[in-house]
């Protein structure tokens, strides 16, 4: 299979703290990567290495085949980036907003029409497409969210937290979109709480106080572990750990 | 440049749905022009006057005893020749020099008619301006006084006139405003421009938005230039509605090309919006970079020679101002506006300008960084 992301012994360091330690793991092409942990464990921030936002420690890896040290402007023409925190512009609307990545991503005009369309259809936001996003819910805003950061086609989207905080329902129709870009060939890394959409991933790992303590398919950890369910995978694994939420 | 016209758009549409911020761009310069010059009017005493006195006759001693007597005026010299007089201009002694002609009391007592001639020191223009009016003032007094003592009831003909030929050019009705508004503008243009610019970046960084643009493949440069061109737009907008104000409550017009006064503007936008951009940069919450953008204000207003003269600074604030780009500013707006100055005059200005430009933008694209 191939890796679209490869790490090895990933690092980054705040002062003394470290964030994320020496993680070392492979993304392969098309799967979706379950990247759990508890509060502070390091995901954001392990997350933001790969995406190119952050420059590690020390340690390697690289994204889509480029390194993360030296070609992060490369990185990011082949990836999509949901961050955990809403950051599109508020004060414009859906469209605006579409239109405004479309063209960063260098997107022709009729590209960035179509696209936009398709989009708001898809996400069923059409009605309100002409809202300042600021106005618009919470779940609507991480819909509009996933849909910039696969606006462009990436190979690869990391999504942090895409559905937290977000009612059921939504976060069903959120994992029917990622579905339906893995369908269409997208790795998906994504970062979650919910253990029912761990069991939605393809693979897992589970990090703890910064270091991955568990990496497989959530059925051979259920396995491994002795357990029925991937909460109590979790449980196991997370109450190790000494840091607590920041 | 796809990329600007995207990042153009989104700037634009930004500034236009921000109903405060548009109001506060167009009101606010508008009142203070408004005000400040009405506020900024303030008295000097203590003017060091030279007197040249070729008349030794009564009248002109009065009237030196009527100078000196205001409270206004110190007398520095009292001089047979105008040259001398003029040494001590050159050496900064005295702020004027008042000339009598020959024959004062003579001419006005015979002809009714008498010219004097008050030179200014153009290095500290403020205060000498204001002497100048001051002395004219006096001088009017002294006519009146004149009249007074000379009129019979029955000949009411010719009056006695003393005509003051200040030789003030640049500024001939001594209108304190005249002085004034050029200069208040450039500074309103600056902190609008410095304060726009400054919090613009650091707020997509307060709200998280800058990671997301940080994520994608924009280049540097474009995104930097995306914010530029449309702080330099609103400048050009704020100067604008400056000038008509000027025009329209003060009717001022620049003597000098508009053009060139817009050519000077572009530049300079240039370099205050850089300085913004780059103090963007470097802070990471609007409160930071309001605080930055304030120090630097304060220091830039005060030492730009707005409202006092850069020439009687102490050598070390004269280097100060002359890596403050709000001085060349001021400078050239009562250059062109006032005395009707030509390329040639502002060309050390543009060079200056230029520089800190370039200086302050590439300074900001380098420190702007999408990786962390
Ligand atoms: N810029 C920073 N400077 C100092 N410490 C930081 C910085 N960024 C993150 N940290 C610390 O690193 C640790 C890991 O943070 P990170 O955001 O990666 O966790 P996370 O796994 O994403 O947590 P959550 O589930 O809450 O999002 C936390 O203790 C956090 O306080
Ligand atoms: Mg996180």
Not at chain 1, 88 to 109: A, K, P, Q
Not at chain 2, 24 to 45: D, F, G, R, S, T
Not at chain 2, 307 to 332: C, E, G, H, Q
Not at chain 2, 344 to 366: E, Q, R
Request: net charge positive; hydrophobic share 45%; aromatic share 12%.
């Amino acid at each position: 299979m191939e890796a679209v992301i490869k790490t090895d012994k990933l690092t980054k360091r705040f002062g003394d703290f470290i964030a994320t330690n020496n993680i070392t793991f492979e993304v392969y092409a098309g799967e979706i990567f379950g990247f759990l942990g508890a509060n502070g464990a390091g995901k954001t921030t392990a997350m933001r290495m790969l995406t190119g936002l952050s420059t590690p420690s020390s340690g390697s890896a690289t994204v889509a085949g480029f390194d993360v040290y030296r070609e992060t402007e490369r990185i990011k023409k082949n990836i999509g980036y949901m961050s955990q925190k809403f950051s599109l512009y508020e004060d414009l609307t859906v469209m605006e907003n579409i239109r405004f990545f479309g063209g960063i991503y260098g997107l022709s005009d009729k590209a960035i029409k179509e696209k936009s369309d398709m989009l708001v259809e898809q996400l069923g936001l059409a009605s309100e497409k002409k809202k300042l996003v600021g106005a618009l819910p919470l779940g609507w805003k991480q819909k509009l969210s996933f849909s910039v950061a696969v606006l462009h086609d990436p190979k690869i989207v990391f999504l942090d937290e895409p559905t937290g905080g977000v009612d059921p329902l939504t976060r069903r129709q959120f994992w029917d979109l990622i579905y339906a870009a893995t369908s269409r060939g997208v790795t998906v890394f994504v970062t979650t709480h919910y253990m029912d959409e761990a069991e939605y991933c393809n693979r897992i790992s589970i990090m703890v106080d910064g270091s991955i303590k568990a990496l497989d398919t959530p059925y051979n950890l259920k396995r491994e572990f002795g357990v029925g369910s991937m909460d109590e995978v979790f449980y196991k694994l997370a109450r190790e750990a000494r840091r607590s939420a920041d | 440049m796809r990329t600007i016209r995207f990042l153009l758009e989104k700037e634009f549409r930004q500034i236009f749905r921000n109903k405060t911020l548009v109001a506060m761009i167009m009101v606010v310069p508008v009142v203070q022009l408004l005000i400040l010059p009405l506020a900024a009017n303030y008295e000097v005493k203590n003017i060091n006057i030279s007197i040249v006195n070729h008349d030794n006759s009564d009248y002109a001693r009065h009237l030196i005893t009527r100078i000196t007597a205001s409270g206004y005026f110190r007398l520095t010299s009292l001089n047979t020749t105008f040259d001398e007089a003029l040494a001590h201009i050159e050496s900064d002694e005295a702020d004027l020099i008042l000339k009598i002609p020959r024959n004062f009391e003579k001419n006005l007592v015979r002809e009714n008619k008498q010219k004097l001639f008050v030179a200014v020191n153009a290095i500290n223009g403020v205060k000498a301006n204001l002497g100048g009016a001051y002395l004219a003032t006096i001088i009017r007094d002294f006519n009146q006084d004149l009249m007074l003592e000379w009129f019979q009831p029955s000949r009411t003909s010719q009056q006695p006139v003393i005509a003051v030929t200040p030789t003030n050019w640049y500024n001939p009705y001594l209108n304190y405003r005249l002085f004034m508004v050029p200069g208040i503008l450039a500074i309103l243009v600056t902190m609008i421009g410095g304060y726009l610019s400054a919090l613009n970046i650091v707020k997509e960084k307060e709200v998280g938005t800058i990671e997301q643009i940080n994520v994608t493949p924009i280049r540097k440069h474009h995104f930097i230039v995306g914010k530029l061109i449309p702080f330099w737009v609103l400048g050009m907008v704020v100067f604008t509605l400056g000038l008509l104000v000027g025009w329209l409550a003060y009717g001022i017009t620049p003597e000098g090309n508009l053009g060139l006064l817009y050519g000077f503007l572009a530049l300079y936008l240039l370099a205050v919006l850089g300085l913004g951009l780059l103090i963007s940069t470097y802070t990471d919450t609007q409160q930071q970079a309001m605080f930055i953008a304030f120090f630097f204000m304060m220091i830039f207003i005060l030492m730009s020679g707005l409202f006092t003269s850069i020439d009687s600074m102490p050598s070390w604030a004269k280097v100060i101002s002359r890596l403050n780009p709000v001085s060349y500013f001021i400078d050239v707006m009562r250059m062109v506006v006032l005395k009707g100055s030509g390329l040639a005059d502002i060309i050390p200005h543009m060079g200056a300008v230029f520089v800190f430009a370039i200086v302050f933008n590439t300074w900001a694209i380098v420190n702007y960084r999408k990786t962390s």
